[in-house]
């Protein structure tokens, strides 16, 4: 898959024209529709007015080839974040709608589970010692106040994810730092939870989590790797398509001798 174009395609084309003579004769051409300037994301002729103008040194930057694939991903973590968040936020609700109706509720279930003992008996079920029961039992137990904690611990959660979610869809550098940071507190209990019990979703979970903090520690060059922020920087710059035009017009600028 053309990532940029199917970026452009979505979003239109950027085309730039800059001040500087030599640069500028590279980035537009003459057609039977007019002058078309180049896409610095595709690299398409376009013809019409360029979008934007300037000295190169301003023109925005514009990501293409593996940048731009690793901004796609970004946007996959965060609608992952995302969704997350509002798990996070219906769990909380649920927790303060239970607290203020858990007398309604016991009741409702003290009622309810021996009606189903006659159904659990033919199917050979222990209803009174299933872990449902024991469950709702300790879940009933819970005093007002810790379930408001828990509510006010999930809002937080909650609140932490769409964060995430907003850092990384606009591919900022605090949302990829916050993500990896924010993963890897809790990747110490998704690997004790798994310990205890082997899960299919905890699994995939665990898997997708971890993928998620290499994946960025390595790619975007956080914390030093890879030489950190000046190589990350140099790297966008280098895939820009104003720099290989502006290295193509110095290679073909014949130097003078003093």
Not at 196 to 209: G, M, P
Not at 218 to 236: I, M, T
Request: aromatic share 12%; charged share 20%.
């Amino acid at each position: 898959m053309d990532w940029a174009l199917r970026t452009c395609s979505w979003h239109g084309h950027y085309t730039y024209a800059p001040d500087e003579p030599d640069l500028r004769d590279r980035l537009h051409v003459k057609t039977v529709a007019g002058t078309a300037w180049r896409c610095l994301r595709c690299g398409t002729f376009v013809p019409g007015d360029p979008v934007g103008s300037g000295p190169a040194d301003e023109a925005p930057e514009v990501p293409r080839g593996q940048l731009l694939r690793d901004r796609w991903i970004l946007k996959l973590l965060a609608i992952d974040r995302g969704f997350h968040g509002v798990l996070m936020l219906a769990g909380g609700l649920l927790v303060l709608r239970f607290r203020s109706d858990r007398q309604s509720l016991r009741e409702s279930f003290g009622r309810d589970v021996p009606l189903l003992k006659p159904f659990a008996d033919q199917i050979g079920w222990n209803l009174d010692n299933s872990h449902l029961v024991h469950w709702a039992d300790e879940l009933f137990a819970l005093s007002g106040t810790t379930l408001l904690l828990i509510a006010i611990f999930l809002f937080w959660y909650s609140a932490l994810h769409f964060v995430e979610a907003v850092g990384l869809w606009l591919s900022k550098r605090w949302g990829e730092y916050l993500s990896v940071i924010a993963t890897s507190v809790f990747l110490p209990l998704e690997i004790y939870e798994l310990i205890e019990r082997v899960t299919v979703f905890k699994v995939v979970a665990l898997s997708v989590n971890l993928a998620a903090v290499v994946w960025l520690v390595w790619r975007k060059r956080l914390f030093g790797v890879r030489g950190g922020w000046a190589a990350y920087h140099r790297e966008h710059s280098e895939a820009s398509l104003l720099s290989v035009e502006r290295a193509a017009v110095a290679k073909n600028t014949p130097h003078r001798s003093g």
